[in-house]
Each structure stands twice: as C-alpha cells, then as structure tokens.
C-alpha cells in the first residue's frame, strides 16, 4: 500500500498504459481520477477499478488535455474536490503514420498535441496545485510526483512517425526542465518510456503477424510487452523508493536499443 492517502490523476486513463496504471495505483492505496476525452472508457475503467474495493476509490473527469480551458477546469475540480494532488501521471498521447513530406500541418499539430502539449498544460495548472502545499517549515513532507509517459521513440526516430517522435523527445527534456522548476517544492518529475507495448492503440499494428515477428526478432527479450508491466515502473517512479530520482528517464523496451 504504497500510495495510501495519496489522491493520482492518471491522463488517458480510459484504456491501455493509462488504465493499467490507474489498477495499479489504486490497488495500492491510492484515490485515482481518470481523465480523458472519451467517457464511456473513462467509466468502464473506474467501474472495473471500484467493483473490486468496498468503498468507490476511482472517479473520472471528462477532459481534452490539449484544451488549455479543459485543462484550467479539471485543474479547479481537483481543488474543489480533494484540495491537493499527490502523484500525476501525464499518459495522454496518440500517433498516426505518415512520412515528413506526406504529412500535413493539421496532423503536425494534432500528434505534437496529444503528446507533448498536453503534458504541458497539464504539469502546467496540477503542478501549481501541487506546489501550493509545500511548507518549508515542514521538513519531513512527503515528496510528490509527476510521471510522463514518452517512448522508446523519443530515444530512436521511428519510420513515418516524425511528429511522434519528435514530441516524445520532447517529452524527455520537458521532464528535466520540470524536474529543475519543481525540486524545491519536492516534486519529482521523471518519465518512462516504453518500447512495444501490446495496447488498443497497437493492436491493429500487432495483428499482423509479419509486423509483430519483426518486433520479437528486434527484441532482446523476443516478445512485445505489457501494459501492466509499463504500469509497474511508472507506479515505482511515483512511489517513494524513487526518492532520489529526479529528471531521469526509464526506458523499458525490452532491450530493444541493445539489439
């Protein structure tokens, strides 16, 4: 029970990586809202999350995190609801396939959102909540902390996924330019980044059996992984065993970079 007593917001937490991280949390302890833009997903996984606990741990907050008012909103519910926030994970993202002289602005603009704006505005208003409870009289606090989700991808230039890549990358410095603002209100700022993972998002890549051969081959570990195995690093960073961990980056790729 490593998060009790701590409230998480988990962004795209209605299906995949953010859904996995949302079970975890809160089968450790924690008081999780899910945010993201489709309600029905965002209730199915705080249906499947509650079902399992005596009293309702998870709630949701339909939200377009790329939408700075959206953003401004959710960020007013957290204070008017539980007046603090704890542990925030940034896992909204999304990609498309396109080469760089195929892709159009209006698909520029929508990945590099999705992926790296939205973490912005995010860290942008909760990270101001969560700053507002620091108390420099108060030296035994716990710490707080923030977790974005970037990708194997932000370390390796992918094949027709530019405006993807080159957000994930950004997601990886913007986590040390956040972790250097925030350490003096103990807030930790890290990201994980995953390499092939097995999610709705995937799923249709995966479901040809040559693409997915090509992924096992190029895999030390020789398989595609899991959510919940991404889950489980993301809820180590948040968690006070990282304690000293700050502005770094975890790749869990299966050892696809040392192929």
Do not use: C
């Not at 924690?30 to 199915?44: N, W, Y």
């Not at 923030?146 to 890549?165: E, R």
């Not at 997601?171 to 999610?199: D, Q």
């Amino acid at each position: 029970m490593r998060f009790s007593q701590s409230i998480a917001l988990i962004t795209g937490a209605g299906t995949g990586i953010g859904k996995a991280t949302a079970l975890r949390l809160a089968n450790e302890g924690a008081r999780v809202i899910l945010t993201g833009r489709t309600r029905s997903k965002l209730e199915e996984a705080a249906h499947e999350i509650n079902s399992a606990k005596k009293n309702p741990v998870a709630e949701i907050f339909r939200a377009d995190v790329t939408v700075e008012q959206d953003v401004k909103e959710l960020a007013e519910y957290i204070r008017n609801q539980f007046g603090n926030l704890h542990i925030l994970i940034n896992n909204a993202g999304g990609s498309k396939h396109s080469r760089v002289l195929e892709t159009t602005e209006e698909d520029w603009d929508a990945v590099q959102d999705a992926n790296l704006k939205s973490v912005f505005l995010v860290s942008k208003y909760l990270g101001k909540l969560m700053a507002e409870s620091f108390t420099k009289e108060e030296k035994n606090q716990a710490d707080r902390a923030i977790v974005n989700v970037a990708s194997l991808s932000g370390h390796q230039a992918g094949a027709q996924i530019p405006h993807y890549s080159s957000a994930k990358a950004g997601v990886i410095n913007l986590t040390k330019s956040l972790a250097l603002e925030l350490a003096p209100y103990r807030i930790r700022v890290n990201s994980v980044s995953p390499g092939f993972v097995e999610t709705p998002l995937t799923e249709a890549g995966l479901q040809n059996e040559k693409f997915q051969k090509a992924i096992e081959r190029n895999t030390a570990l020789r398989r595609v992984g899991r959510a919940d195995e991404i889950a489980n690093v993301i809820a180590f960073a948040a968690s006070s065993e990282a304690a000293y961990m700050t502005g770094s980056d975890l790749l869990v790729d299966g050892g696809w970079l040392i192929m």
